[in-house]
């Protein structure tokens, strides 16, 4: 699914930022529905910040983006499924930049209704932008290498809320230590982590609304998943276990559609 280019890159949109910062103060409740999750019960700052902003929709929708490059963009497809118009944001001495996608490829394997329905799902999509970022940012490192087993140690991060529930939370990016989980089994497409301290079965830390899309890396800072989901106790949607995407089983389509768009990444090849 692909999107018209905009004619130029937007900076730090007078009217434009105001309209979308009240869309998302008023469709703040709709941050309560998404699929995946800010980091609760985490830390403020954490690995790769310089290689991650923030994906919002006209909805009010808040999520991670991870920087493959100086335009392409990787985040979690339910995130920029085509129901609304997409963002990419971040501030810039202070101001609000936001800035209108020149194209968004969802992964094929994609079902928007996959998490009611029980089915499978590869949840990511990657964004391309008309001008390069700003060169603050660096690229991301993507793992190629072994899927990591349980209880190994990870490392979750975005920009979603610290608090389930409180939109005004968002906008901090937070990480988390977790190590995974095989609940299912040994993961070939998803793997699931949680919060030592919490086993899965008890509130921890771990990703909220908002940390969709955002890293999950390994103990050497490379990123071997994307975050699409989570799970809490009754009542909730964050604490127990938080769900990725891997990046290593995907690299065929990562690498052909980046190629089509005259871009790279850098994998870190792990045996």
Same mark, same amino acid.
């Given at each position: 699914? $692909? ?51 923030? +994906? ?12 493959? %490059? ?21 501030? =810039?001495?202070? =101001? ?39 060169? $603050?940012?660096? @690229? ?8 990591? $087993?349980?209880?190994? @140690? ?7 809320? %610290?608090?389930?529930? =409180? ?7 937070? %990480?988390?230590?977790? @190590?995974? +989980? =095989? ?9 699931? @982590? ?52 891997? +990046?290593?089983?995907?690299? !065929? ?6 190629? !089509? ?11």
């Amino acid at each position: 699914m $692909r999107y018209p280019a905009p004619s130029q890159q937007e900076g730090a949109m007078r009217g434009g930022t105001a309209k979308w910062f009240a869309g998302l103060a008023a469709a703040a409740s709709a941050l309560l529905t998404l699929p995946a999750s800010a980091v609760v019960g985490g830390r403020d700052g954490g690995p790769e910040a310089g290689s991650t902003l923030m +994906v919002l929709n006209a909805r009010g929708g808040v999520c991670t983006g991870i920087v493959l %490059s100086r335009r392409a963009i990787l985040t979690a497809a339910h995130c920029a499924d085509g129901r609304t118009d997409l963002r990419i944001h971040w501030r =810039e001495g202070g =101001e609000p930049v936001l800035i209108e996608p020149a194209a968004i490829t969802l992964h094929p394997e994609f079902n928007a209704k996959a998490v009611a329905a029980r089915q499978r799902s590869i949840d990511l999509a990657l964004v391309r932008l008309a001008a390069p970022l700003p060169a $603050r940012f660096s @690229a991301a490192s993507l793992v190629d290498g072994p899927l990591p $087993r349980a209880g190994t @140690a990870i490392t979750l991060a975005g920009y979603g809320v %610290s608090r389930e529930g =409180e939109a005004k939370t968002t906008g901090t990016y937070r %990480s988390a230590a977790l @190590a995974t +989980v =095989e609940p299912y089994g040994p993961g070939r497409i998803l793997i699931w @982590a949680a919060d030592p301290a919490g086993g899965g079965k008890r509130p921890a830390a771990g990703a909220c609304q908002g940390d969709s899309g955002g890293p999950i890396l390994d103990s050497e800072g490379g990123i071997v998943a994307v975050t699409s989901w989570s799970t809490g106790p009754t009542g909730k949607q964050c604490g127990l276990l938080s769900q990725g995407v891997l +990046v290593a089983p995907q690299r !065929g389509w990562i690498d052909r559609t980046l190629s !089509g768009w005259g871009e790279s990444v850098d994998w870190t090849a792990k045996r």
